[in-house]
């Protein structure tokens, strides 16, 4: 197998992600000379597999050579030059067209849930202090920040405090996406599911104040490593499974799964982040946004897509944990778009049966038949054989030894992110001092108005 030709950059989420962090790469020099930031080093505890400490060593295979150590970033640039180009390859290629699916009503309704969101005047902006910056990305930054005057850190006063300027959100158009991230993670509340505490909002941004989730992506993790064991994908995927499950009673569909979506808590279980993407459904809908390697191929097609493409894409990260990389990959997302059409995937000789069985069931071109998406719905999933033996009560109560421990000594501890620079008290304004009440003719700001809920 030549591994040479994996491409040397990781795509973007498209049309574009709200947010991206950075966090440091894999400890080699290559990856270091790759990446525009500094890494920070750290000791992290021997993974082990799930219930086995005995045969739980991650495989390392030999040093991939063209595997890609940076994170798939967000931009817009390409999204509409890409969606041209496809339409036309689709004139030129027989694909099979999915059945349509008919729409179903869901388990429970998001607005019956309790906003777990603290009101308005109850907590300020300056109640908090900026102690460090864990991101960047297009029209925003993330920043760590504390409670002022609280007792030494604790997960009650450490957050991860989400800062989007808001003239940029009017004018790349996600003020929609934005509202919907508000108000679905202000109702959603999951052990692995990043959770939202407040939102504020001041003359430049708009802010939400998260929970800080120490251990970093998995991505980084992912590339440390170089590839998962069955034994360690099956841990992390079924974190996620039991998210997508409950997220999907709700009709929600996340839509932009991926390594670098996934943070590492301290005890070493996955928090679902960046709900940029996230819609409530009822049947389909047909923007095209996602990240091109893990696009369902109702997406690419346009076919109108729901549930069943985060269960394809489901299927796109069990391959990259077992592989290191994504099973469809080009040097331009036009090429990934050919080959998840073509359907072609190359098994490594060494992945076991049951393994290539899972990914399969998830990445069915036909979604009508596309685990997951099957009559019994999510649990179908739980009830795959290769999943046999996880104790999904336990796993969601968090009783399971997890893979990978992040080591960190304080709650306040960023070293599985890059050292940046904190931002200029001037792009934060809210946070440094109170602002003093606008005139009466700037309350009526345009801008402002598109975001009344923070």
């Given at each position: 197998m030549q591994r040479s030709t994996f491409p040397?950059?990781?795509?973007?989420?498209?049309?574009?992600?709200?947010?991206?962090?950075?966090?440091?790469?894999?400890?080699?020099?290559?990856?270091?000379?790759?990446?525009?930031?500094?890494?920070?080093?750290g000791p992290m505890t021997p993974p082990l597999s799930p219930g086995n400490s005995e045969r739980g060593e991650l495989l390392l295979p030999d040093p991939m050579q063209g595997i890609d150590q940076r994170p798939r970033l967000s931009t817009e640039a390409t999204a509409v030059a890409?969606?041209?180009?496809?339409?036309?390859?689709?004139?030129?290629?027989?694909v099979d067209q999915p059945a349509a699916s008919s729409a179903r009503p869901p388990v429970r309704h998001l607005e019956d849930e309790q906003s777990h969101v603290h009101r308005s005047?109850?907590?300020?902006?300056?109640?908090?202090?900026?102690?460090?910056?864990?991101?960047?990305?297009?029209?925003?930054?993330?920043?760590?920040?504390?409670?002022?005057?609280?007792?030494?850190?604790?997960?009650?006063?450490?957050?991860?405090?989400k800062v989007l300027r808001?003239?940029?959100i009017v004018r790349l158009r996600q003020v929609e996406h934005v509202n919907a991230e508000r108000y679905i993670l202000s109702r959603v509340r999951h052990p692995f599911v990043v959770d939202l505490y407040a939102t504020f909002q001041d003359s430049l941004n708009i802010y939400m104040l998260l929970s800080y989730v120490p251990g970093g992506e998995l991505f980084t993790h992912l590339r440390r490593a170089q590839r998962?064991?069955?034994?360690?994908?099956?841990?992390?995927?079924?974190?996620?499974?039991?998210?997508?499950?409950?997220?999907?009673?709700?009709?929600?569909?996340?839509?932009?799964?991926?390594?670098?979506?996934?943070?590492?808590?301290?005890?070493?279980?996955?928090?679902?982040?960046?709900?940029?993407?996230?819609?409530?459904?009822?049947?389909?809908?047909?923007?095209?946004?996602g990240t091109p390697e893990y696009l369902a191929p109702e997406i690419i097609q346009s076919d109108g897509h729901g549930k069943a493409a985060d269960w394809w894409a489901c299927g796109i990260l069990a391959y990259e944990m077992m592989v290191g990389y994504p099973p469809f990959f080009d040097e331009t997302a036009y090429g990934i778009y050919e080959k998840i059409l073509k359907g072609k995937i190359h098994w490594p000789k060494?992945?076991?049966?049951?393994?290539?069985?899972?990914?399969?069931?998830?990445?069915?071109?036909?979604?009508?038949?596309?685990?997951?998406?099957?009559?019994?719905?999510?649990?179908?999933?739980?009830?795959?054989?290769?999943?046999?033996?996880?104790?999904?009560?336990?796993?969601?109560?968090?009783?399971?030894?997890?893979?990978?421990?992040?080591?960190?000594?304080?709650?306040?501890?960023?070293?599985?992110?890059?050292r940046l620079p904190l931002p200029p008290a001037e792009e934060i304004p809210g946070l440094i001092r109170e602002e003093r009440p606008r005139e009466l003719h700037q309350r009526f700001d345009p801008v402002e108005y598109q975001f009344l809920e923070f």
């Open positions: 040397q950059f990781r795509s973007t989420s498209l049309p574009n992600s709200t947010l991206q962090l950075i966090t440091c790469p894999a400890p080699s020099p290559s990856a270091r000379e790759q990446l525009s930031h500094m890494a920070v080093e890409q969606s041209r180009q496809l339409a036309q390859a689709e004139a030129n290629m027989e005047g109850s907590l300020r902006l300056t109640d908090f202090e900026v102690k460090g910056t864990l991101g960047t990305g297009t029209f925003g930054r993330v920043l760590l920040v504390r409670l002022r005057g609280s007792a030494p850190p604790s997960s009650q006063n450490c957050f991860a405090m808001k003239t940029e998962f064991t069955p034994d360690v994908t099956r841990f992390y995927l079924a974190n996620i499974i039991l998210a997508l499950k409950y997220l999907h009673s709700f009709n929600i569909i996340y839509r932009d799964l991926k390594p670098e979506n996934l943070l590492l808590d301290s005890r070493g279980y996955l928090r679902l982040t960046d709900f940029g993407f996230a819609k409530i459904v009822d049947d389909r809908t047909w923007t095209l946004c060494d992945m076991d049966r049951l393994s290539r069985d899972i990914v399969k069931a998830f990445l069915h071109p036909d979604r009508s038949k596309r685990l997951g998406n099957l009559i019994g719905g999510a649990q179908d999933v739980l009830d795959h054989p290769w999943f046999r033996g996880v104790d999904w009560d336990a796993l969601e109560r968090r009783e399971i030894r997890a893979p990978i421990i992040p080591h960190v000594t304080s709650l306040e501890d960023t070293r599985h992110f890059s």
